[in-house]
């Protein structure tokens, strides 16, 4: 038993440790996706719920982010995988999860993740400016396409999005 509690201790301190390189590198949807999994693993952590209350609140996170339930535990699963890094998985989940649910920014963004991790940088700002079309307030879409775009030189597209 203790083994267990120790494990799970020391992987949510992992992924508070990523969140907080997230932020840095401005990957702000991945931060607050790991500090959800922490939360789903110890609910009542009260540096994830303070970090993740922080950005909800510095985002103004618009209605259309919203995951319903059944969604949000798919979400998990996949930001676990994506973690793992095994991209070509990620992207077929997210592509199972994108027939039910087509307007969702968040699997968009991961998806476009995954392919731009994959190389496929023309592919995921696809999906970058999909979701941006769904969303204009999400602002890890522009903020990855920025990064796609400047993987591929683009560097007037690439600080256009980054200002936006």
Same mark, same amino acid.
């Given at each position: 038993? $203790?083994?267990?509690?120790?494990? +799970?201790?020391?992987?949510? !301190? !992992?992924?508070?440790?990523?969140?907080?390189?997230?932020? !840095?590198?401005? *990957?702000?949807?991945? #931060?607050?996706?790991?500090?959800? +999994?922490?939360?789903?693993?110890?609910?009542?952590?009260?540096?994830?719920?303070?970090?993740?209350? !922080?950005?909800?609140?510095?985002?103004?996170?618009?209605?259309?982010?919203?995951? $319903?339930?059944?969604?949000?535990?798919?979400?998990?699963?996949?930001?676990?995988?994506?973690?793992?890094?095994?991209?070509?998985?990620?992207?077929?989940?997210?592509?199972?999860?994108?027939?039910?649910? $087509?307007?969702?920014?968040?699997?968009?963004?991961?998806?476009? #993740?995954?392919?731009?991790?994959?190389?496929?940088?023309?592919?995921?700002?696809?999906?970058?400016?999909?979701?941006?079309?769904? *969303?204009?307030?999400? $602002?890890? +879409?522009?903020?990855?396409?920025?990064?796609?775009?400047?993987?591929?030189?683009?560097?007037?597209?690439?600080?256009? *999005?980054?200002?936006?």
């Amino acid at each position: 038993m $203790p083994t267990t509690v120790t494990s +799970t201790n020391l992987q949510i !301190k !992992k992924l508070l440790s990523q969140a907080k390189k997230n932020i !840095k590198m401005g *990957d702000i949807v991945n #931060a607050e996706e790991l500090y959800s +999994t922490v939360l789903t693993l110890q609910p009542h952590n009260v540096i994830a719920k303070k970090n993740l209350n !922080k950005l909800q609140r510095k985002r103004k996170l618009s209605t259309k982010t919203y995951q $319903p339930d059944v969604l949000q535990n798919q979400i998990n699963g996949l930001i676990s995988t994506y973690h793992s890094g095994d991209m070509v998985q990620t992207e077929k989940s997210c592509n199972n999860i994108l027939q039910q649910y $087509p307007q969702s920014v968040v699997v968009i963004n991961i998806l476009g #993740a995954s392919l731009q991790r994959q190389g496929k940088l023309k592919e995921s700002i696809k999906n970058y400016s999909l979701a941006t079309k769904i *969303d204009p307030n999400y $602002p890890d +879409t522009f903020n990855n396409r920025g990064t796609a775009y400047m993987e591929l030189n683009h560097l007037e597209e690439s600080i256009h *999005d980054y200002k936006n």
